[in-house]
C-alpha cells in the first residue's frame, strides 16, 4: 500500500495515482490511508497483508499438539491427554474419560494464546482455543467447546482472524465426557467438570466451583477469571449433546445445546445465574445450574449436575433446546 492507497482490513486499493503535486482523496468509509503498510487497527505489517499465525491439528484418538504465533496449544481427545502451553498462558485440556488440567501464568484466558489462532479438531474430541484479537466458535455434533480470548468483543467474531471447529462427537476443550478437568492460573483459572468427572480449579486470590453429573468442580479467579475465556472476552459454546461454555470478567456468554450439559447451561438442567452487577439469563430444562464469580470468575457444570456461575460485569445468556 502506498499513500495513496486504501485498506479495507484485507487488501490495498489504489485511490488517486500520486501525481507530481496532487493530493491523495479521502479514503472512502471505512478505508485507511496505507501510507506503505497495511493495518489491521492494531499491528503494522510491512507484506502488505495481515498474518494471523494459526495452528490446527486433528487426531482421532491421539495426541494434538497446537502451537501458535505466542502461545503452544495441545488438546488431546479421546481418552488422551492434552496440554496447552500460551505466551501468556499455560492451558492443558482433556476429553473422554480423560483429565484436563489448565494453567496460566498471568493469562485472562485458559485456554487461549496471545496474538495467535490454534483450532484443533478430533473425532471424539474437539479443543478449540482463540488467541488475543481472535474469536473462535466450535460445534460439534455430541460436544462442542468454545473459549474467546482477551480482546474479543463477540462470541463469534474477533478483530483480525476467525477460527471455527466443527467435530462428530467431540469432547469440549474444558468439557469431557468422564474425565477430570483441572484449570490454575496466575490471575484467572477456571474448571469445568462434566459426564460423571470432577473438575478442580485454584487461582491466585479466588476459589469457585463447577460440578458436572457425578463430579465435582471448582473454579477460582482473581479479578479476572473465566472459566474457559479470557478477559473482556466473550465465549460460545453450541453442541449436540454436550456443551461447555465459561465467560470472563465483563464479557458475555451464551450457551446453546441440543440434548446436553452446557458448563453455564444444560440440555436437560436447569441454570441459575447470578452476577453482582449484570444481567444473566439462563433458560435450561431439567438441571441446575449456579454461577458465581468474585469479580468475573465463572463455574459451570454439566449433565444432570449442578454449576455455579458468578460475574461481576458481565452479561451471561444461555439457551438449550430440549
Same mark, same amino acid.
Given at each position: ?62 495426541? @494434538?499438539?497446537? $502451537? ?29 474419560? %480423560? $483429565? ?20 484443533? =479438531?478430533?473425532?471424539?474430541? +474437539? ?20 473459549? $474467546?480470548?482477551?480482546?474479543? +468483543?463477540?462470541?463469534? +467474531? ?21 474425565? +477430570? ?5 496466575? @490471575? ?17 486470590? %479466588? ?42 470478567? %465483563?464479557?458475555? $456468554? ?5 440434548? %446436553? ?9 436447569? @441454570? ?46 444461555? =439457551?438449550?433446546?430440549?
Amino acid at each position: 500500500c502506498d499513500d495513496c492507497s486504501c485498506y479495507d482490513g484485507v487488501s490495498c486499493t489504489d485511490n488517486v495515482s500520486p501525481l507530481s503535486g496532487v493530493t491523495c482523496g479521502a479514503c472512502p468509509a471505512g478505508l485507511f490511508k496505507g501510507d506503505e503498510k497495511c493495518i489491521d487497527n492494531s499491528t503494522s505489517i510491512n507484506d502488505y497483508s495481515i498474518t494471523t499465525s494459526a495452528t490446527s491439528v486433528t487426531s482421532n484418538a491421539a495426541t @494434538a499438539a497446537v $502451537t501458535s504465533n505466542a502461545a503452544t496449544t495441545s488438546v488431546t481427545s479421546n481418552a488422551a491427554t492434552a496440554t496447552v502451553t500460551s505466551n501468556a498462558a499455560t492451558t492443558s485440556v482433556t476429553s473422554n474419560a %480423560a $483429565t484436563a488440567a489448565v494453567t496460566s501464568n498471568a493469562a485472562t484466558t485458559s485456554v487461549t494464546s496471545n496474538v495467535a489462532t490454534a483450532t484443533v =479438531t478430533s473425532n471424539a474430541a +474437539t479443543a478449540t482455543v482463540t488467541s488475543n484479537a481472535a474469536t473462535t466458535s466450535v460445534t460439534s455434533n455430541a460436544a462442542t467447546a468454545t473459549v $474467546t480470548s482477551n480482546a474479543a +468483543t463477540t462470541s463469534v +467474531t474477533s478483530d483480525a482472524a476467525t477460527v471455527a471447529v466443527t467435530s462428530n462427537a467431540a469432547t469440549a476443550a474444558v468439557t469431557s465426557n468422564a474425565a +477430570t478437568a483441572t484449570v490454575t492460573s496466575n @490471575a484467572a483459572t477456571t474448571s469445568v467438570t462434566s459426564n460423571a468427572a470432577t473438575a478442580a480449579v485454584t487461582s491466585n486470590a %479466588a476459589t469457585a466451583t463447577v460440578t458436572s453429573n457425578a463430579a465435582t468442580a471448582l473454579t477460582a479467579s482473581n479479578t479476572i477469571t473465566t472459566s474457559i475465556t479470557s478477559n473482556a472476552a466473550t465465549a460460545t459454546v453450541t453442541s449436540n449433546a454436550a456443551t461447555a461454555t465459561v465467560t470472563s470478567n %465483563a464479557a458475555t $456468554t451464551s450457551v446453546t445445546s441440543n440434548a %446436553a450439559t452446557a458448563t453455564f447451561t444444560s440440555n436437560a438442567a436447569t @441454570a441459575t445465574v447470578t452476577s453482582d452487577a449484570a444481567t444473566a439469563t439462563v433458560t435450561s430444562n431439567a438441571a441446575t445450574a449456579a454461577v458465581t464469580s468474585d469479580a468475573a470468575t465463572t463455574s459451570v457444570t454439566s449433565n444432570a449436575a449442578t454449576a455455579t456461575v458468578t460475574s461481576h460485569a458481565a452479561t451471561t445468556s444461555v =439457551t438449550s433446546n430440549a
